[in-house]
């Protein structure tokens, strides 16, 4: 089973080009990646909301459902989830709801 992940990091949100200092290095921020000065990769800039809208994208609903919820609840054997996420037709999130019930918007 696949299950997506994000090696988010401090740059996450920062804009292209933004240089900063992580671990001790110095890292440059590019498009949803983090690399080191010398361009080695550093980690990501992209949130694990930021991957479940690119697989969205590429995948379909369903997949990306799958591969960043049912999945890792699966391999942790945490069972049926009881909290669920609504987003807009644009994956904005709209609401959070737990057991049914509207719990943030």
């Not at 299950?3 to 992580?22: E, H, K, Q, Y």
């Not at 590429?58 to 942790?76: H, K, V, Y």
């Amino acid at each position: 089973a696949v299950i997506a992940i994000s090696d988010s990091t401090a740059a996450t949100r920062l804009a292209p080009g933004v240089r900063f200092t992580m671990w001790g290095h110095e890292c440059v921020v590019g498009r949803g990646d983090v690399r080191l000065a010398d361009g080695i990769l550093a980690g990501s800039a992209i949130t694990l909301l930021d991957t479940f809208r690119n697989l969205v994208e590429d995948f379909g609903e369903e997949t990306a459902i799958q591969w960043c919820s049912l999945n890792p609840r699966a391999a942790l054997k945490l069972g049926q989830p009881k909290v669920f996420v609504e987003f807009s037709k644009d994956l904005e999130i709209i609401g959070i709801r737990l057991d049914g019930n509207l719990v943030d918007r």
